[in-house]
């Protein structure tokens, strides 16, 4: 303590001095207000109830207030407040649903004025209004607000938030009759004191609890709320509707918030749980706070600026039993410790570059980047001359990339998106489909992976020949399962590769049968193989035969047969389109009707169509012997690790739930999980919310399974007695009116309703849509302004 800087303050003509400090209170403290003069402090909680005086070197303790042998939960203090008029005037909500009042000018120990018994439950929080000396209003954990006069014995008021328990109320400091309210359900209510039958406004604020509000004490229409959502949002209420303006992302839920004097853009947080720190953000950069006191070793539950004009001293109390009073000097700056660079990239492949306008304009011999065709825009923050971190630099330089409009567009993924099919049809149809889709895209590679993930896991023996001929007509919409070519066109070197050496009279153990329903073109001898009747898989790559077995050639005359065909022995890098050869339709019409050929072959040949032959097809017997049904997973696996480091997570994704179990074990599930968590991702920021629901429920990792089954409860409450309803029918069990109502024709809804989350009136859609056309207000006639988005 002994290395803190003292500060001393002139605030007119008084003068506040001080340094940080802080003294060991009897117990943890819930809440902590400060008198008007900033001489003295009170600090109340479930077994402490004192007031300190402070001191220019440290806290003096005044006054216990807990007095007694045997003090009664009145003292059991869940939230103190010093009237900011009379010096002398406290007051306490307690834990047990009373609240107290308390009269520092009274002669003897028991300061205690008057009680309030009508809450039935805790009360979360007091408030004096900040003019009317006998004005005092209270929220309870009952969902109700009390207006009390200090001059009579019962509430003046009663407000009812038809929801659950209120966690803060604050009277505006500008407008005199206007308090807000925020509840555990996350909305914010603005009351009028003069009609506490009904609010004024109401808005959701935060997803889940708001614990606290505050008033700014210089701008009239602005109120601060925190929440359990970890997040401090600054509202504009001098417009029609509340307007978010400011939003600060924190670690923790926020407990506390209190706009910081004379400094309009500045305001001191604390946290509810895990973190217990105190912060002071500027909400103009709401990612790094300003300011950070590190003192407190666990929670902090309370925190108050010393004056109402001073922006230096700040007071804290936490559960670890200790009071503190913060020179605002002694902070520790985050920013110091922030990477004052930063990178980025904008949906459409625009890269965006910030770092220290120091770093950038030291560096003379910088040249232009390709590609940079925006100047440096340069952000700079005035000083505040009241800011005492004044040697902080503030500003930075922003470079923007931006890419080609052509090669940048994303028109594909969204395509893509919208058109692959991934469930409801057999695998075989599936791949065909996004093959086409994906060709018709002009991203030939994945149509390939398509159709080679057809091949290798569609039902063996399913596609006869007959079918996969006629999937390669030309009237056909289905891909051919595998490229048709004209043998005539093959070049001389792959033709004499393939050709098979006669005068050797090598024969082969193993002989490769054939299909029947393959026409094999041989010599002029007419000399043909037999095919097995066994359903035949088709495969691309290097065949292996005798010369018995496939065809014969005279090496000596290679050209003496020019209007022969021979078989090449490669098939992927020949796509010739296939064209009319009539010699070689009479050829096979002859050789359909030769002795030698089969009935079954001869009917094949006669339904081949005249622009494709068949290509070699090796036996099932001999794939299925040879290769188990996941032999081919390891190279999937490959190949989906290959799209999803090249960026295209969208193939990686459809390929890993079309094929479903058959990969999905190749792959871990933390890879899985990160695969579906970016093209979710994606699909949401192109808003693309159907398909991410699909992709979601059709997804075969279980992390990701569970995404569209959260937050799914929908809590109805009656358009009458504006409770909870809870049963399933239409009708309330609690005023036996009939909850379905339409506001338009007064009738039952049985189908489809849509109702207003402000007032709780709807009725049918196109009722509720036709009245908005014309009308703002509510059909019902409460006065509300509904709206339909």
Known sequence: MEKMARVTTALGGNALTGRTMFCHLDAPANAISVCRDAAQVVVAGRNIFKIYSIEEEQFVEKLNLRVGRKPSLNFSCADVVWHQMDENLLATAATNGVVVTWNLGKPSRNKQDQLFTEHKRTVNKVCF???????????????????????????????????????????????????????????????????????????????????????????????????RDKMVKVWDMNTTRAKEIYCVQTIASVARVKWRPECKHHIATCSMMVDHNIYVWDVRRPFIPSAMFEEHKDVTTGIVWRHLHDPYFLLSGSKDSTLYQ???????????????????????????????????????????YIGDRRHPIFFKRKLDPTEQFEYISSSSALSVFETDVESGSMDWFVHTA?????????????????????????????????????????????????????????????????????????????????????????????????????????????????????????????????????????????????????????????????????????????KADSPHVSGNEAETVSLTPVESFSLISISHSLYENRLPSDFFNPIVRDTLLFYAEQGD??????????????????IDEQTQEHWYTSYIDLLQRFQLWNISNEVIKLSTCRAINCLNQASTTLHVNCSNCKRPMSNRGWICDRCRQCASMCAVCHHVVKGLFVWCQGCSHGGHLQHIMKWLETSSHCPAGCGHLCEYT
């Open 418 to 590: 919208k058109q692959y099919a991934l469930a409801g049809r057999p695998l075989a149809e599936l791949c065909d489909h996004n093959a086409k889709v994906a060709k018709g895209l002009d991203r030939n590679q994945v149509a390939q992976t398509w159709t080679m993930l057809r091949i290798i896991y569609s039902s063996l023996g399913t596609v006869s020949s007959t079918n996969l001929n006629h999937s390669m007509g030309k009237g056909s919409t289905a891909l051919p399962l595998m490229n048709s070519f004209n043998l005539k066109d093959i070049p001389a070197g792959l033709g004499s590769e393939s050709r098979l050496d006669r005068s050797k009279g090598e024969s082969r153990s193993e002989n490769i049968l054939m299909d029947s329903s393959s026409t094999l073109i041989n010599n002029e001898d007419n000399e043909e193989t037999e095919g097995s009747d066994v359903p035949a898989d088709y495969l691309l790559g290097d065949v292996e035969a005798d010369e018995d077995d496939l065809y014969m050639m005279d090496h000596e005359n290679p050209h003496a047969e020019e209007q022969e065909y021979s078989l090449p022995q490669e098939a992927f890098p020949l796509r010739h389109e296939i064209v009319d050869n009539p010699s070689a339709l009479d050829h096979l019409q002859d």
């Open 649 to 666: 997570v969208q193939t990686a994704v459809s390929v890993l739930i079309v094929l479903g179990e058959r990969i999905r074990k190749e």
């Open 326 to 368: 913060h020179i605002f000097k002694d902070a520790s700056q985050p920013i110091e410790r922030a990477n004052p660079e930063g990178l980025c990239y904008s949906l459409y492949g625009d890269l965006a570059f910030a770092a220290k306008e120091s770093l950038i304009s030291s560096d003379s011999n910088r040249k232009p």
């Open 129 to 227: 209004h900040p003019t009317e000396v006998y004005m005092l209003l209270s929220g309870s954990q009952d969902g109700y607000m009390k207006c009390f006069d200090l001059r009579k014995k019962d509430s003046v008021s009663t407000f009812s938030g038809q929801s659950e328990s209120v966690r803060d109320v604050q009277f505006s400091i500008r407008d005199y009759f206007t308090f807000a309210a925020t509840f555990e359900n996350g909305n914010v209510q603005l009351w009028d004191i003069r009609r506490p039958d009904r609010y004024e406004r109401m808005f959701t604020a935060h997803n889940g609890p708001v614990f606290c509000c505050d008033w700014h004490p210089e701008d009239r229409g602005w109120l601060a709320t925190g929440g």
